[in-house]
């Protein structure tokens, strides 16, 4: 865990992408990202989610919560990432 200044958490910034986009149901103008931004917020934890411009299969998580607690609760959405 990052430790900022004055004993504060420091956000950090996360990259995933998911294993199969093809299991999605996604037309031209939808992403992944509300998705995943909410079951992250179903799991507890708060979190900003971007998506990349260029890859819809890929995406960001800024996150006060390490990477290992975040891709368990992507698990256990069912959100599966490499």
Do not use: C
């Amino acid at each position: 865990m990052s430790i900022g200044y004055e004993g504060q958490v420091e956000t950090h910034k996360h990259t995933f992408e998911v294993s199969d986009i093809g299991g999605w149901d996604l037309d031209e103008d939808r992403s992944i990202v509300p998705s995943i931004q909410n079951a992250l917020k179903y799991e507890g934890i708060d979190a900003v989610v971007d998506g990349e411009e260029f890859n819809a299969s890929v995406f960001y998580v800024y996150t006060k919560s390490n990477r290992a607690t975040v891709e368990d609760a992507l698990k256990s959405n069912e959100i599966w990432v490499e």
